[in-house]
């Protein structure tokens, strides 16, 4: 097998047909998959490839381009920690974000290393010859003896079906999948969904629409942020080396301090409670001040504990709940029709667009939390055993699937910080993982013990038992089947994620050779 950045490999599935060979196959381009770029490139491993199955490199502020999105994390706190930017605004909005994506891209020159339209459907591990066959969509193959899959947990859209949906004469389409070729001024419109991406759609296009119809379903924990634009000195200041750092150890510290209203510490209680009320009392008021309709106040006053589900931070969605030409309906659907929707109550609204808000599946589905099937040694598949119970190491490595890493894996999300912060700590403890394997000419590749898995595993449970995730009492995308045991947040707080991922012990697997 020859070693260059082009090589041809033949591998045991079909040995007639040649596939591609990498040292490390990267799957994805969001900001995961780039800092898995860097990171290697910074270890002068250079044998890689993206594999990205859009048409562009980008990954989640690629595809959610629809009116209105940005992120709901301070942008100082939510970018590489190590690659500043003149940000405009306090929270970005999508078309800067995917414009630093696309500096970060040009800097480090991951462009050339990037395979775009490669949909991947599979992945089988060679136990023979302890590499990876990576099948894609378009039918090419590629060969790899490293697999970072950073294909995102907000990556397959819930698009859920509704009866009739297929007769609608107008268009539809989910927020990730904006379609720009619609006009939606002076249409009729309808939201579907009361989540992040609805809470930032409606506002954005409620001024444009002729009539726009938001099916609202669970109540949502609104709460107030501080946005700004930043001005020119500003700008220029804030991305000074000393400045720049500062402030992002402030955003990060006021969200870290945020951990204590979602972990169930028993000295930071009444704290945790009294913060709460605040809340309660602010949503309160401003339901009061911008909703007239008593029945939608009632129903929009959420009846669980503040951070069950995911918590909105907005200031422009009751407002635009408030505009004459908005309408909220709350009865639900029954059905989709050729011209519009007929609600439970027997209402018929006309419509010209349907817009799906309706979020992603994340590990709440584990049918989709996977968009490829994964096969391990002995035939294992890891979307089976996953359906069944979602469990790796660190969120990272799982038992029997070797060189395999998991980029934002099970219990790897925040609720309460930076997702930012996550993927840098899981990409350098994935890089030293794979720079030490590299260092010991006798390993071929490294699987988790199966023990140490179920240890940290086991752990885990117990830490999220004291958290509002999984005690309060509510439906969420962040648990599997929206109800049960909660399989995408983490219950570390940052500073604890981050340390218990800075080194990387070979005595914790089983090595292959």
């Known amino acids: 097998m020859r070693q260059s950045s082009h090589k041809e490999a033949s591998t045991g599935s079909n040995p007639t047909n040649d596939a591609k060979y990498f040292e490390t196959v990267i799957i994805g381009t969001g900001f995961s998959g780039l800092l898995a770029a860097i ?120 698009h859920p079906y509704i009866n009739g949906a297929e007769t609608f004469r107008g268009a539809q389409f989910h927020t990730s999948k904006w379609d720009h070729n619609v006009p939606y001024e002076g249409k009729r419109v309808a939201v579907i969904g009361s989540g992040c991406s609805a809470a930032q759609v409606v506002p954005a296009i409620a001024r444009k629409v002729r009539r726009l119809t938001v099916f609202m379903g669970k109540a949502q924990w609104i709460i107030p942020r501080s946005d700004r634009i930043y001005s020119p000195i500003e700008r220029f200041l804030v991305s000074l080396p000393g400045i720049r750092h500062l402030n992002r150890l402030i955003v990060f510290g006021y969200h870290e301090i ?63 709940l408030s505009r004459d030409n908005v309408d909220v309906d709350i009865s639900g659907i029954e059905k989709i029709t050729e011209t519009g929707i007929r609600t439970r109550d027997g209402k018929d609204i006309p419509l010209d667009i349907i817009v799906y808000a309706t979020g992603f599946y994340a590990y709440s589905d584990m049918k989709r939390a996977l968009s490829f099937q994964v096969y391990g040694r002995n035939g294992r598949n890891l979307n089976s055993e996953w359906k069944k119970e979602a469990v790796s190491h660190k969120g990272i490595t799982v038992s029997g699937y070797p ?68 005690t309060g009492e509510c439906t969420a995308f962040y648990r599997k089947n929206m109800t049960d045991e909660v399989t995408s947040l983490s219950p570390e707080s940052v500073v604890n994620f981050i340390f218990s991922r800075r080194r990387f012990h070979l005595k914790d697997h089983n090595l292959l050779s």
């Open 258 to 320: 945020r951990f204590a209203a979602f972990r169930r510490y028993p000295f930071t209680a009444k704290i945790s409670n009294f913060v709460k009320s605040l809340y309660a009392r602010n949503l309160k008021s401003n339901l009061e001040k911008y909703i007239d309709d008593d029945e939608l106040r009632r129903h929009m006053m959420p009846d669980y504990e503040l951070g069950c589900r995911r918590v909105i931070p907005t200031n422009t969605y009751l407002p635009a």
């Open 39 to 158: 990171g290697l490139q910074k270890k002068n491993s250079n044998d890689f490839v993206l594999l990205e199955r859009g048409s562009d490199i980008g990954g989640t502020w690629r595809d959610n381009s629809y009116p209105g999105a940005e992120v709901d994390i301070p942008t100082g706190l939510y970018s590489i920690s190590y690659v500043p930017y003149r940000f405009k605004k306090k929270y970005s909005p999508q078309s800067e974000l995917l414009d630093y994506t696309k500096f970060v891209v040009d800097k480090f020159g991951i462009r050339k290393h990037t395979r775009t339209n490669q949909s991947v459907t599979r992945l089988t591990y060679s136990e023979s010859k302890c590499l990876w066959d990576i099948e894609v969509a378009s039918g090419e193959r590629y060969v790899a003896r490293f697999v970072i899959d950073a294909s995102g947990v907000l990556a397959n859209a819930h």
């Open 403 to 470: 060189n395999y890493f998991k980029i934002n894996g099970p219990n790897t999300g925040t609720g309460h910080s930076s997702q930012m912060s996550y993927m840098e700590a899981m990409v350098n403890y994935t890089v030293k993982a794979i720079c030490a394997i590299k260092n010991d000419k006798s390993i071929k590749a490294i699987d988790v013990k199966r023990d140490v898995q179920s240890e940290y595993v086991a752990r885990m449970k117990k830490t999220m038992q004291s958290t509002v995730w999984q």
